[in-house]
């Protein structure tokens, strides 16, 4: 089955700097790869998303990448701000199957003031 | 539009007690996902239905989970008998036809076995 790793756990960045945070995958066949964003105590919530026929999508501050040869796709945010600090999954659709997805095991982004 | 609605968001239970967690999916979507979090185990997807069908229940750890989507408002996760490892958050989320693979999730159900 698919496989999601997710680097780094943890990532401080101060406020107005970027952070990065990169996920591999195995199933070359895995078409969809979207990020959530969970805040403490709520739900994870989607913020983008990226499929296979695109190599990079904005949207205002955050930014996804995809390198299916390399079989990885990484998460970009620019200019942090204190509300950015959460918990960021990344995940892949697993199984063959359009609607399953696996996540990654989450990075808690901390950016301090 | 309403979200994923799950109920209860709190229960707190005694080992050995049956626990039913309850989720009514976006209107419209006909796929619903039951996941569990924890800390050491992360998101893990229990089980989900595709027009009220279940398709893959790899994920239930036990014979004491179980799931059943009766109509497309309506899923209910039961654990029975309850044990303390089962301590969790219980997230449920749905997806349209138009775009299955895009998840939306439920505030969740935080549930301690005590």
């Known amino acids: 089955g698919e496989n999601v790793e997710q680097h780094p756990s943890t990532l401080s960045v101060q406020e107005g700097d970027s952070a990065v945070i990169k996920c591999t995958y195995s199933d070359s066949a895995s078409n969809y790869f979207p990020w959530y964003k969970q805040e403490l105590g709520k739900r994870p919530q989607l913020i983008i998303d990226i499929r296979s026929n695109v190599g990079e999508k904005k949207d205002q501050r955050i930014a996804v990448t995809l390198n299916k040869t390399a079989k990885h796709f990484s998460l970009h945010i620019t200019e942090t701000q204190p509300e950015d600090s959460a918990v960021y999954f990344c995940?892949?659709?697993?199984?063959?199957?359009?609607?399953?997805?696996?996540f990654g095991s989450g990075t808690q982004l901390t950016v301090l003031p | 539009d309403a979200g994923v609605i799950q109920s209860p968001r709190h229960e707190v239970t005694e080992m050995g007690q049956e626990v039913t967690l309850r989720c009514k999916p976006i209107?419209?979507?006909?796929?619903l996902f039951w996941y569990r979090q924890t800390m050491m185990r992360g998101l893990e997807l229990l089980i989900y239905?595709?027009?009220?069908?279940?398709?893959?229940d790899s994920g239930m750890p036990e014979d004491r989970f179980s799931a059943k989507m009766p109509n497309a408002s309506f899923s209910t996760l039961k654990i029975q008998p309850s044990e303390p490892r089962d301590s969790a958050v219980y997230f449920c989320?749905?997806?349209?036809?138009?775009?299955?693979?895009?998840?939306?999730f439920g505030p969740g159900t935080r549930l301690t076995v005590l």
């Open positions: 995940a892949a659709t697993s199984g063959g199957s359009a609607r399953q997805l696996t």
């Open positions: 209107s419209g979507h006909n796929s």
């Open positions: 989320a749905s997806s349209a036809t138009s775009q299955p693979d895009t998840q939306y």
């Open positions: 239905f595709n027009n009220n069908v279940p398709i893959d």
